[in-house]
């Protein structure tokens, strides 16, 4: 009984987190990710480089004990490169088994997107990046949707793996 109960709450709480996206800056452009993954937004902290990996990669931080890979989004998405800043945050999502550090220029909102205001990226460019979920319509802007997990390649997400 009790873990129906355990069952239904979980449920529950996924319903509540269900078309709510937090949404982060990189340069003028505005991105979001489902709220579900996210597990905090931390300023950015010391970050340890690791030798041969890929440029986005930073490096692994220490987060309360818990050994993380820090990503750039603006070197993921071949962005030009910018100096941190006061604004400037580490998204700390867990994806796929593994907690990544998302570095991004800032954090803005949490807002609420219907299915019906999300555009598929193949009805606005065909091939495009496997990472973009959708296209979200809210108010006079749009803000593109990321897939967190799909940010990075099976291959990436092994390496990563084996730094936490």
Do not use: W
């Not at 987060?63 to 890979?69: E, S, Y």
């Amino acid at each position: 009984m009790a873990q129906i109960d355990v069952l239904n709450l979980t449920e529950q709480e996924e319903d509540t987190l269900k078309g709510k996206y937090l949404i982060f800056s990189m340069g003028s452009e505005l991105y979001g990710m489902e709220i579900r993954y996210i597990t905090e937004i931390i300023g950015i902290q010391p970050i340890t480089e690791v030798p041969e990996m890929p440029e986005y990669v930073r490096g692994i931080t220490n987060l309360r004990g818990k050994i993380i890979p820090v990503m750039d989004a603006r070197l993921r998405f071949k962005k030009a490169v910018r100096e941190y800043d006061g604004r400037t945050c580490i998204i700390v999502i867990d994806t796929n088994d593994i907690s990544i550090g998302l570095i991004v220029d800032s954090v803005s909102e949490v807002l609420a997107i219907g299915d019906e205001d999300i555009a598929s990226p193949t009805d606005i460019y065909k091939g495009g990046h496997k990472y973009i979920k959708g296209i979200g319509k809210a108010g006079d802007s749009v803000k593109l949707l990321l897939d967190c997990q799909k940010l990075l390649t099976d291959e990436e997400m092994e390496t990563l793996s084996t730094m936490s």
